[in-house]
């Protein structure tokens, strides 16, 4: 017994002494933007932020709406406020609500920064028709459901001659303590881990581009069929040049909460059928890794409920310094007094979500999709 234990615990502790070296890299400076310490290589000369062919702006920002009218005049108002000109290109994905004609109202306020077109079906195929409607030197992507700051676009730009692909951090507006929790959990595991050399994922609301290297990967197209084309997208421009994840309150964008525990369930489920399909062995070893850390102390609880507590409580400990340092690098505020709550929500999903994978169906944005069809 006491040997199934020791068994049990081990990946419990290698989990919380990862969690703690994420803490100490987030703890540090955030790297300065062009620094040789947050990229592998620099990327050859500034990128220009000025002007573009044919006097368009050299950054484009695409945005991929489908039945979005809820929020679309709100994410427009944000990107028609940012503190550098944009091509602004909405792409209609087969809306059945009025998201096409806000789009074209603003597009007749903004004649020379907003624009409608249509593209679809399905996310990848919509950014790629944006991407070919626009001629712009830089090339930013975000949601319909997101509210980026007047600064976003430029603290995007200025991370560019280091990188070819750059993602920057989203958090889940207010209202939402265990969605909140979670994404700054998520996403500072990933911007410490490419801090560390280690990029492992970009959010898509919230990345750029130079657009010849992303034309040269084959455009968004290259995400292929994935549900979750921003981790294919970066996967593949990872192995072609340099790219990065980063944690700075310039490059903060912020999303609306999915609005439900299904949901929440659903999109996880759907970001872990994405990762799936093209897992590098790091990768992999991280999913694993923490599939088996939530599992074990549920285990423990009936061989030795006093170390399952000790192991609760211990990550309750790492979670919450790892979500205050994002706060802290952010200068934002986050509810970690519900750690414990989300903690307990997310281990369940932890543990459920790999015996859902069999299936390849989800259900996303109005349409059943099948990971890889």
Request: hydrophobic content about 50%.
């Given at each position: 017994?006491?040997?199934?234990?020791?068994?049990?615990?081990?990946?419990?502790?290698?989990?919380?002494?990862?969690g703690?070296?994420?803490?100490?890299?987030?703890?540090?400076?955030?790297?300065?933007?062009?620094?040789?310490?947050?990229h592998?290589?620099?990327?050859p000369?500034?990128?220009?932020?000025?002007s573009?062919?044919?006097?368009?702006?050299?950054?484009?920002?695409?945005?991929?709406a489908?039945?979005?009218?809820?929020?679309?005049?709100?994410?427009?108002?944000?990107?028609?406020?940012?503190?550098?000109?944009?091509?602004?290109?909405?792409?209609?994905?087969?809306?059945?609500?009025?998201?096409?004609?806000?789009?074209?109202?603003?597009?007749?306020?903004?004649?020379?920064?907003?624009?409608?077109?249509?593209?679809?079906?399905?996310?990848?195929?919509?950014?790629?028709?944006?991407?070919?409607?626009?001629?712009?030197?830089?090339?930013?992507?975000?949601?319909?459901?997101?509210?980026?700051?007047?600064?976003w676009?430029?603290?995007?730009?200025?991370?560019?001659?280091?990188?070819?692909?750059?993602?920057g951090?989203?958090?889940?507006?207010?209202?939402?303590?265990i969605?909140?929790?979670?994404w700054?959990?998520?996403?500072?595991?990933?911007?410490?881990?490419s801090?560390?050399?280690?990029?492992?994922?970009?959010?898509?609301?919230n990345?750029?581009?130079?657009?010849?290297?992303?034309?040269?990967?084959?455009?968004f197209?290259?995400?292929?069929?994935?549900?979750?084309?921003?981790?294919?997208?970066?996967?593949?421009?990872?192995?072609?040049?340099?790219?990065?994840?980063?944690?700075?309150?310039?490059?903060?964008?912020?999303?609306?909460?999915v609005?439900?525990?299904?949901?929440?369930?659903?999109?996880?489920?759907?970001?872990?059928?994405?990762?799936?399909?093209?897992?590098?062995?790091?990768?992999?070893?991280?999913?694993?890794?923490?599939f088996?850390?939530?599992?074990?102390?549920?285990?423990?609880?009936?061989?030795?409920?006093?170390?399952?507590?000790?192991?609760?409580?211990l990550r309750?400990?790492?979670?919450?310094?790892l979500?205050?340092?994002?706060?802290?690098?952010?200068?934002?505020?986050l509810?970690?007094?519900?750690v414990?709550?989300?903690?307990l929500?997310?281990?369940?999903?932890?543990?459920?979500?790999?015996?859902?994978?069999?299936?390849?169906?989800?259900?996303?944005?109005?349409?059943?999709?099948?990971?890889?069809?």
């Amino acid at each position: 017994m006491t040997g199934l234990v020791a068994v049990l615990v081990l990946p419990v502790a290698v989990h919380l002494a990862v969690g703690l070296l994420l803490v100490w890299q987030l703890r540090q400076p955030a790297p300065r933007v062009g620094g040789e310490e947050h990229h592998r290589k620099a990327a050859p000369g500034p990128v220009p932020i000025d002007s573009g062919p044919h006097n368009l702006p050299a950054a484009c920002c695409l945005v991929a709406a489908r039945d979005e009218s809820a929020n679309i005049d709100a994410c427009l108002a944000a990107l028609t406020a940012q503190s550098v000109p944009l091509d602004i290109v909405v792409i209609d994905d087969h809306s059945s609500d009025d998201t096409a004609t806000k789009v074209a109202a603003w597009s007749r306020h903004f004649p020379d920064r907003v624009r409608l077109i249509s593209g679809g079906p399905g996310k990848v195929a919509a950014l790629q028709a944006g991407f070919e409607q626009s001629e712009a030197a830089c090339v930013l992507t975000t949601d319909a459901d997101c509210r980026p700051p007047q600064g976003w676009a430029q603290g995007l730009l200025d991370h560019l001659p280091a990188f070819d692909t750059v993602g920057g951090t989203t958090m889940v507006r207010a209202g939402a303590p265990i969605e909140q929790l979670d994404w700054a959990i998520l996403l500072g595991t990933a911007a410490a881990s490419s801090e560390l050399g280690k990029p492992l994922t970009a959010m898509g609301n919230n990345m750029a581009f130079r657009r010849r290297a992303l034309q040269a990967a084959g455009g968004f197209d290259a995400a292929g069929d994935s549900v979750t084309e921003d981790y294919a997208l970066f996967r593949l421009l990872a192995r072609r040049g340099p790219v990065g994840l980063v944690m700075t309150p310039e490059t903060l964008n912020w999303t609306e909460p999915v609005g439900s525990l299904a949901a929440l369930f659903r999109q996880r489920r759907r970001w872990a059928l994405g990762a799936t399909e093209s897992l590098s062995g790091q990768n992999a070893a991280v999913l694993l890794g923490t599939f088996i850390a939530y599992l074990a102390p549920w285990l423990l609880l009936a061989l030795a409920p006093a170390v399952a507590l000790a192991c609760f409580v211990l990550r309750w400990m790492v979670q919450a310094a790892l979500a205050g340092a994002v706060a802290d690098r952010l200068k934002i505020r986050l509810p970690l007094a519900w750690v414990p709550a989300h903690d307990l929500l997310i281990s369940l999903y932890t543990v459920a979500i790999p015996f859902t994978l069999a299936s390849r169906r989800t259900r996303w944005k109005g349409r059943t999709r099948y990971q890889g069809s």
